[in-house]
């Protein structure tokens, strides 16, 4: 079995208009997590309960073999954090910074740190508050990846950023994702962006754990089949539906179990298959998130 980064098991946390229920996470060492969902979910409260930042009322959570709060010292030693709201002092350089956490982490790399000055474009001697925001985004990864931190964390590293400057920082991010082996759970809820860089991804919505599998799964069995059925005709139980919609003859079919027997029972129910259609995984997001609320509501 792979080494896990991450195991948290049933852990909850109540706040009078919120509740992260028992949720179940592994992250192995090595991987890429996309850990997706829409704002107000849970995922920063999950992320601050994996930092020892807040105290889980229940469950149990390891960080790269460290029991979460009570080691997190040891931890944290070992843990890259960026978040779109991690704020740098203003008025010293990037330099200054760069130099400040090498103080901190004996792990820093000053070669490397160059190389990645020069990969995002940035100058050590301008001045915080006189990068963009972009910028600014670029320089907290760099002080985060220069430390060669065995987990690096990312919290909606890319909301605020203009279209220009999100493709920036994830073209660079996913080129030093190639530097060597690293495990990341990259949280957010564009799924666009996610999916450039995720070898796994876990879906939550209203603190719950909703579904998780690696993404090249996710994209091989979720399938939309456009079919028209025979006058009176009906199709039988099919394994995966997630959705069955139209009207008249017409029928559009939206399953996350796609195979070939999926194809013969349409057939045999006298069905003309028009398309079989992959999905992106923001399709694949909504139709999850919306199939286990409709579960709940009955």
Same mark, same amino acid.
């Given at each position: 079995?792979? !080494?896990?980064?991450? @195991?948290?098991? &049933?852990? +909850?946390?109540?706040?009078?208009?919120?509740?992260?229920?028992? $949720?179940? /996470?592994?992250?192995?060492?090595?991987?890429?997590?996309?850990?997706?969902g829409a704002n107000g979910a849970g995922k920063s409260t999950t992320i601050r309960i994996l930092m020892g930042l807040v105290e889980q009322d229940s469950g149990s959570v390891e960080v790269l073999g460290h029991d979460m709060p009570s080691q997190q010292v040891l931890a944290k030693a070992g843990i890259g954090f960026v978040s779109e709201d991690?704020?740098?002092?203003?008025?010293?350089?990037?330099?200054?910074?760069?130099?400040?956490?090498?103080?901190?982490?004996?792990?820093?790399?000053?070669?490397?740190?160059?190389?990645?000055?020069?990969?995002?474009?940035? !100058?050590?001697?301008? @001045?915080?508050? &006189?990068? +963009?925001?972009?910028?600014?985004?670029?320089?907290?990864?760099? $002080?985060? /990846?220069?430390?060669?931190?065995?987990?690096?964390?990312?919290?909606?590293?890319?909301?605020?950023l203009d279209p220009v400057a999100r493709h920036e920082v994830l073209s660079e991010l996913m080129s030093v994702m190639l530097d060597e082996e690293r495990t990341v759970l990259f949280s957010s809820h564009n799924t666009r962006d996610v999916e450039q860089i995720a070898d796994a991804i876990t879906f939550i919505d209203r603190g719950r754990i909703v579904d998780s599998a690696d993404k090249e799964s996710y994209l091989e069995r979720w399938r939309r089949v456009r079919l028209d059925l025979p006058p009176r005709g009906t199709l039988p139980p099919l394994p995966g539906t997630v959705s069955l919609a139209g009207e008249g003859r017409s029928r559009i079919l939206t399953t996350s179990n796609f195979s070939d027997a999926i194809t013969h029972a349409c057939n045999a129910a006298?069905?003309?298959?028009?398309a079989i259609e992959t999905m992106s995984l923001e399709?694949?997001?909504?139709?999850?998130?919306?199939?286990?609320?409709?579960?709940a509501a009955k």
């Open positions: 079995m792979d !080494q896990l980064a991450v @195991k948290m098991r &049933g852990v +909850s946390k109540r706040y009078p208009h919120f509740s992260l229920d028992r $949720l179940d /996470l592994t992250l192995a060492q090595g991987s890429i997590m996309g850990f997706l991690l704020r740098l002092y203003g008025a010293p350089t990037l330099r200054w910074h760069m130099d400040l956490v090498a103080s901190v982490f004996p792990g820093w790399a000053p070669n490397y740190a160059e190389a990645l000055l020069r990969r995002f474009d940035l !100058q050590a001697d301008r @001045k915080i508050k &006189g990068l +963009s925001h972009g910028q600014r985004v670029k320089a907290a990864l760099l $002080l985060a /990846l220069a430390r060669r931190p065995r987990l690096l964390v990312l919290d909606e590293p890319t909301t605020g006298g069905a003309t298959i028009h399709e694949i997001f909504v139709n999850t998130v919306n199939g286990r609320r409709e579960e």
